[in-house]
């Protein structure tokens, strides 16, 4: 007998752009709770609180 292997979703990762209750940020959530729902769970967002990485040095001319 064959097993089926279930499909993981893909995942998209995001970060917040400013405090939960930032226009920004509200509008992300609310563009992942679109694309979960039009992806019909083929893909789902990772809400990331922080930065993976600190940001680029400011490069000096």
Same mark, same amino acid.
């Given at each position: 007998?064959?097993? =089926?292997? !279930? =499909? !993981?979703?893909? =995942?998209?990762?995001?970060?917040?752009?400013?405090? +939960?209750?930032? @226009?920004?940020?509200? $509008?992300? *959530? %609310?563009?992942?709770?679109? #694309? %979960? *729902?039009? $992806?019909?769970? *083929?893909?789902?967002?990772?809400?990331? &609180?922080?930065? #993976? @990485? $600190? +940001? &680029? $040095?400011?490069?000096? &001319?």
């Amino acid at each position: 007998m064959r097993r =089926r292997h !279930r =499909r !993981r979703p893909d =995942r998209a990762d995001h970060v917040e752009l400013g405090p +939960p209750t930032h @226009a920004l940020t509200l $509008a992300q *959530k %609310e563009w992942c709770d679109l #694309v %979960e *729902k039009n $992806a019909n769970g *083929k893909i789902r967002c990772n809400h990331l &609180p922080r930065a #993976v @990485a $600190a +940001p &680029p $040095a400011p490069s000096t &001319p």
